[in-house]
């Protein structure tokens, strides 16, 4: 996956044309999938022009044809990356890469494409970047490896910044793709990786893995590792994400209870669970992701909630109880409204588990995922503001209360745009990466707010429902569709306004409404309960 360049002057040899369509076969707002010699491209037609970029979303490579185009912009229909069809950039996590953009031409009706020959395979362009300069002394330090210090490391560079960028983290990996360490846990670590050594090693990114920090001393701006070195900065992003909070019961000692945090855990995991009894303690995302992972893995799965079903609270109990037949369905067992209370071992092993209701369940291994702890200990002493939950405070601009000390991702509490700059925490992928970009850009005196809509998903026995918004506090849900055939959209409603929204099987809703909040439109209840649904392109 190389840069691919438009081609310059004396370089027209080097392309293939390909007739794609009639000027008057779409009209404004409508695309479509072409082709140009076995390269699929994404013709698009807005305000009476033609243009076509690469047709496979840069995240996972999804057909964008089947996104949602509202303006100059596309919208991936899976996991909501959006790109400019007039450039190929994107605008919208999550995702690295921006998409390859292709020359049109319309003449005598007909509309061409050309490809420059050398970009004929990629299906992903990678922005342009600089390099470190040795004589900059200027250093920006990232704590953390995740998305959000990734993205504002190439943010950085692809805004010429030519000082050095290090990025500190505990994890063994540079960064990598954490969302799929629930979702597929035997992966091969070289797979996960968002970017290769040598493309961190091309523009200057310096990974530390394997190493804490400890503490943070502003005024002289430094910080401490855990072996006692300095690292000095003149900027500074925490983004340092969350911990899987601990059950904090007898037993949680044992062999075999394990929590999910690393790539090496989501590999014990699996490894420990192979022919074994599996009971996993949490029924919210992690936790069913990895119910449903090892359910034709692991020689029995149960499922131990608090709530009447899973994801009570966030998706509501009617989609809580369709999850609940999926994973039945493949012999899963759940034990709802109930909790641990003891896990006991033989020999510094598990063996059972008790729960409150009396019930002993067996076990070989213990999975806890019962929500998170932001990583924000280490700033104790350093004036850095913190909330009630330890998740670091910003503004819009990702700017804590100490100049040049920023902070992004799951982190932090930040003002919510589509809900009034109410403040929030959301541990997304894509808002991670959003933060990252716009501290970056701040940074460098480009003054940028976060304005990013929550986007995210989960996947269920290779279904995947996805959700835009923030649904915090809603007091009904209106459907479409129905949810016990397991097909629906689900919009959630506070004071008469649409907050968010899930889907399963109803593309290209939920990308939809997430760019119609990002444009600031208001959707009403009423638009919700009407039958039409023809706004969401459904």
Known sequence: MSQCQ?????EEL???????CQEGDLKDGQMKEVSVEDQKVLLVRTRGQYSAVGSKCSHYNAPL????LVGDKVRCPFHGACFNVRTGDIEEYPGLDCLPHYKVKVEDGNVYVSINKKCLKLTKRVKEMCSPVPDIKHTVLLIGGGPASLVCAETLRQNCYQGRIIIVTKDTLPPFDKPKLSKAMNVDSSSILLRSSDFLQQYGIEVWTQKEVVSVNPPKKTVKMSDGTLQHYDQLLISTGCRARPLNCPGEELMGVKLLQSYEDAKEIHSFSLGQKAVI????FIGMEVASYLSDKASSVAVVGTGGYPYERSLGPQ???MTTQMLEEHNVKFYMNDRVTEIRGENGKVKEVVLKSGI???ANVVIVGIGVIPNSDFLAGSEVEVDSRKAVIVDKFMRTNIPDVFSAGDVTSFPLTIREDQRVNVGHWQMSQAQGRVAALNMLKKPTKIDSVPFFWTVLLGKSIRYTGYGEGYTEIIFKGKVEERKFLAFYIKDEVVVAAASLMFDPAVAHLAELMATGQRITKAQAQADDLSWLQV
């Open 14 to 20: 080097e392309e293939v044309t390909g007739l794609v």
């Open 281 to 284: 303690i949490g029924a919210s």
């Open 319 to 321: 989609i809580g109880r």
């Open 65 to 68: 044809v089947k996104g949602a």
């Open 6 to 10: 438009e081609p310059g002057h004396g």
């Open 360 to 362: 002993t369940l067996e």
